[in-house]
């Protein structure tokens, strides 16, 4: 037989395939080499870095304030979730804490912002798989909450509502009404959406028994989220390390059996409900107060290592006299993590009293997710790969930084 | 779950399939949500962060800018270049300003900290332009950004929602800030619409040369 492929010097016919990185469902710039033996995948490679954009980089010359804006091209379709991991993040380091309202509002768009991911997971995903319907549907619904995000802080996608101590501004009580009626509209479309495919057997065999990771390997790979989930492991930050008002909600982390598609599917799909119940539950509870602590940074806070103090500063703390210096950070450095809508997205800042980060680094989930493609994808069909990367939802603005 | 009909049948009369189709139909008949975008516009929400200008000061016709160089210090993508003047009284005079748009990230830090509320984010989501020098925002084309919003300005007066976020504490803002009122706009008609097309480089409006 005439030598095929790469590889080519005996009977296996292996041939390599470059997926992506300009591959519609690859959900943005992600490139695999599929070796193939016929349509079965022996091995896959990802590869990452088409959307680097150096913002780890990039945060060590802004100030703490200028990262802020800067997170928000993370996981652009969540940015809330990397806009309140970095501000808690700042927050931990600089011991600050945002009065309860700013909590409240918080995990509102916090929740918000994943039913927003998750449903644009969807509406993806479903359209990788070939259900077209699903993806104007999930669109209709996202695009309340959009409005919703535009009125409170002037930007649909690129938010940058939460502020270092607080958030923004407040929620007029339009708005949460609008929010109100959304979340008692919001479960009859979930609804709508599994009996489009929950049951759908073209659904159920292109997704149960696709792209299997087990529990125990999910957890060596790094996984988190709902593709831990998944897997069957109950791991979930909002309740094992809560943060703003995540303690004083209820709700249950919904996990999966076998770790396959579907059951990252239905995952989500339960998230999406707990998401529901838990801003229902911060609208009631909603506390009256500040928005914003009285001890957060100013927007234009200096970026070298000391304030230029002004008189009337000097005259309302006695103990700074005009002209001192005063350190505008703590020393140190913190690690905290949030549950974003694709995993746990952990913040390191290196602070050495500068008004910049010395060093930031971004735990993102989606490149711990992107690793673990290789151990999904092996010996799936081509078509299944489309399947694994849309159940892992990878964003690549996240991955590559 | 209600199982009253048998899995078997289930499947053999396709019913999962036949009721989502059901619902795709009854979705047909209600009316569309999706907007024939160019013929139709949505409204931004007010305070949406879309193109920049500068408020026109209506008691002097002219920007409001102190040239305190604050949008400049704390812009992330630094795309503000600022020069002043100062004189004899030491007043500062803005001899240069500009925004370089397709460095911007839009994130509203500059209106947020302006003292002055000179500096918005206007509600036009519509400035294509030809060229990079397009996108390069001097004063005049700052204060014609403004113009051109103000012109289709459906509310009598306009005001930034970042100049005094609802439930701030007003104590930090600066004192401008706190005692800022409403801009009346007057609707100029001839002064275009937000949409058209901004005239190609060479053509009409001057267009402004970002100096290197
Ligand atoms: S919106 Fe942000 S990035 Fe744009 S000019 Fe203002 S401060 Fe700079
Ligand atoms: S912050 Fe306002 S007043 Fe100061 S330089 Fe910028 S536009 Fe001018």
Same mark, same amino acid.
């Given at each position: 037989?005439?030598?095929?492929?790469?590889?080519?010097?005996?009977?296996?016919?292996?041939?390599?395939?470059?997926?992506?990185?300009?591959?519609?469902?690859?959900?943005?710039?992600?490139?695999?080499?599929?070796?193939?033996?016929?349509?079965?995948?022996?091995?896959?490679?990802?590869? #990452?870095?088409?959307?680097?954009?150096?913002?780890?980089?990039?945060?060590?010359?802004?100030? %703490?304030?200028?990262?802020?804006?800067?997170?928000?091209?993370?996981?652009?379709?969540?940015?809330?979730?990397?806009? $309140?991991?970095?501000?808690?993040?700042?927050?931990?380091?600089?011991?600050?804490?945002?009065?309860?309202?700013?909590?409240?509002?918080?995990?509102?768009?916090?929740?918000?912002?994943?039913?927003?991911?998750?449903?644009? *997971?969807?509406?993806?995903?479903?359209?990788?798989?070939?259900?077209?319907?699903?993806?104007?549907?999930?669109?209709? =619904?996202?695009? *309340? /909450?959009?409005? $919703?995000?535009?009125?409170?802080?002037?930007?649909?996608?690129?938010?940058?509502?939460?502020?270092?101590?607080?958030?923004?501004?407040?929620?007029?009580?339009?708005?949460?009404?609008? /929010?109100?009626?959304?979340?008692?509209?919001?479960?009859?479309?979930?609804?709508? %959406?599994?009996?489009?495919?929950?049951? &759908?057997?073209?659904?159920?065999?292109?997704?149960?028994? #696709?792209?299997?990771?087990?529990?125990?390997?999910?957890?060596?790979?790094?996984?988190?989220?709902?593709? /831990?989930?998944?897997?069957?492991?109950?791991?979930?930050?909002?309740?094992?390390?809560?943060?703003?008002?995540?303690?004083?909600?209820?709700?249950?982390?919904?996990?999966?059996?076998?770790?396959?598609?579907?059951?990252?599917?239905?995952?989500?799909?339960?998230?999406?409900?707990?998401?529901?119940?838990?801003?229902?539950?911060?609208?009631?509870?909603?506390?009256?107060?500040?928005?914003?602590?009285?001890?957060?940074?100013?927007?234009?806070?200096?970026?070298?290592?000391?304030?230029?103090?002004?008189?009337?500063?000097?005259?309302?703390?006695?103990?700074?006299?005009?002209?001192?210096?005063?350190?505008?950070?703590?020393?140190?450095?913190?690690?905290?993590?949030?549950?974003?809508?694709?995993?746990?997205?952990?913040? %390191?800042?290196?602070?050495?009293? +500068?008004?910049?980060?010395?060093?930031?680094?971004?735990?993102?989930?989606?490149?711990?997710?992107?690793? !673990?493609?290789?151990?999904?994808?092996?010996?799936?069909?081509?078509?299944?790969?489309?399947?694994?990367?849309?159940?892992?939802?990878?964003?690549?603005?996240?991955?590559?930084? | 779950?209600?199982?009253?009909?048998?899995?078997?049948?289930?499947?053999?009369?396709?019913?999962?399939?036949?009721?989502?189709?059901?619902? +795709?139909?009854?979705?047909?008949?209600?009316?569309?949500?999706?907007?024939?975008?160019?013929? =139709?516009?949505?409204?931004?929400?007010?305070?949406?962060?879309?193109?920049?200008?500068?408020?026109?000061?209506?008691?002097? &016709?002219?920007?409001?800018?102190?040239?305190?160089?604050?949008? !400049?210090?704390?812009?992330?993508?630094?795309?503000?270049?600022?020069?002043?003047?100062?004189?004899?009284?030491?007043?500062?005079?803005?001899?240069?300003?500009?925004?370089?748009? /397709?460095?911007?990230?839009?994130?509203?830090?500059?209106?947020?900290?302006?003292?002055?509320?000179?500096?918005?984010?206007?509600?036009?989501? =519509?400035? !294509?332009?030809?060229?990079?020098?397009?996108?390069?925002?001097?004063? =005049?084309?700052?204060?014609? &950004? *403004?113009?051109?919003?103000?012109?289709?300005?459906?509310?009598?007066?306009?005001? &930034?929602?970042?100049?005094?976020?609802?439930?701030?504490?007003?104590?930090?803002?600066? #004192?401008?800030?706190?005692?800022?009122?409403?801009?009346?706009?007057?609707?100029?008609?001839?002064?275009?619409?937000?949409?058209?097309?901004?005239?190609?480089?060479?053509?009409?409006?001057?267009?402004?040369?970002?100096?290197?």
């Amino acid at each position: 037989m005439e030598p095929v492929g790469i590889t080519g010097t005996d009977t296996r016919r292996e041939l390599t395939l470059n997926m992506g990185p300009q591959h519609p469902a690859t959900h943005g710039v992600l490139r695999l080499t599929l070796d193939l033996d016929g349509e079965m995948v022996v091995k896959c490679t990802p590869h #990452v870095g088409y959307l680097h954009r150096g913002i780890e980089k990039l945060a060590e010359s802004r100030t %703490y304030q200028g990262v802020m804006p800067l997170t928000d091209r993370l996981d652009y379709v969540a940015s809330v979730g990397n806009n $309140i991991g970095y501000c808690l993040a700042v927050e931990r380091l600089f011991g600050i804490e945002a009065p309860e309202r700013a909590q409240y509002l918080r995990t509102i768009v916090f929740e918000m912002s994943r039913i927003c991911s998750h449903l644009l *997971w969807l509406a993806t995903h479903a359209l990788d798989i070939g259900a077209m319907t699903v993806f104007l549907y999930c669109f209709r =619904e996202r695009e *309340w /909450l959009l409005d $919703i995000f535009e009125t409170i802080c002037g930007a649909r996608l690129t938010v940058s509502y939460p502020r270092i101590g607080g958030v923004l501004q407040d929620m007029e009580p339009e708005v949460l009404e609008s /929010l109100d009626a959304f979340t008692r509209m919001f479960p009859g479309k979930i609804l709508e %959406y599994e009996t489009l495919i929950d049951k &759908n057997r073209i659904w159920l065999q292109r997704t149960q028994g #696709v792209g299997v990771i087990p529990a125990k390997e999910a957890i060596r790979w790094g996984l988190t989220g709902p593709t /831990l989930r998944g897997s069957g492991v109950s791991y979930d930050l909002r309740r094992d390390a809560p943060y703003d008002a995540y303690d004083r909600v209820e709700f249950d982390v919904p996990i999966g059996k076998n770790g396959d598609v579907y059951d990252r599917y239905r995952c989500r799909m339960e998230e999406l409900r707990q998401s529901n119940r838990i801003i229902q539950q911060c609208l009631a509870a909603l506390p009256a107060g500040d928005i914003l602590a009285h001890d957060a940074p100013d927007l234009d806070m200096p970026l070298a290592g000391k304030k230029e103090l002004v008189p009337e500063m000097s005259l309302g703390n006695a103990s700074i006299g005009f002209g001192d210096a005063v350190p505008v950070a703590p020393k140190g450095e913190i690690y905290s993590a949030v549950e974003v809508p694709k995993g746990e997205l952990g913040f %390191y800042l290196m602070s050495d009293g +500068t008004g910049n980060p010395c060093r930031m680094r971004v735990r993102a989930p989606s490149y711990v997710h992107a690793g !673990a493609l290789a151990k999904m994808c092996e010996g799936a069909f081509i078509a299944d790969v489309i399947a694994v990367i849309g159940s892992i939802d990878i964003v690549m603005g996240e991955c590559d930084r | 779950m209600r199982r009253r009909v048998p899995d078997f049948v289930r499947k053999i009369l396709f019913v999962e399939i036949l009721k989502g189709l059901a619902l +795709t139909f009854r979705t047909m008949l209600k009316p569309p949500v999706t907007r024939q975008y160019p013929r =139709e516009r949505r409204d931004p929400k007010p305070g949406f962060r879309g193109q920049h200008a500068f408020v026109r000061n209506p008691e002097t &016709n002219r920007e409001k800018c102190v040239a305190c160089q604050k949008c !400049a210090t704390v812009c992330p993508s630094r795309c503000i270049s600022i020069r002043y003047e100062t004189d004899e009284h030491g007043v500062r005079h803005l001899t240069k300003y500009e925004i370089d748009a /397709l460095r911007c990230i839009f994130c509203g830090y500059c209106e947020s900290v302006c003292p002055v509320c000179a500096i918005v984010l206007t509600e036009t989501y =519509e400035y !294509a332009s030809y060229s990079r020098e397009g996108f390069v925002y001097d004063r =005049e084309r700052l204060l014609h &950004n *403004w113009d051109r919003f103000a012109a289709q300005l459906k509310r009598p007066a306009y005001f &930034n929602m970042f100049w005094r976020p609802a439930g701030a504490d007003v104590k930090r803002l600066a #004192v401008v800030r706190r005692l800022q009122q409403p801009v009346p706009v007057r609707q100029t008609p001839d002064a275009g619409i937000a949409g058209t097309r901004e005239p190609r480089a060479g053509q009409g409006q001057a267009p402004t040369q970002g100096d290197r």
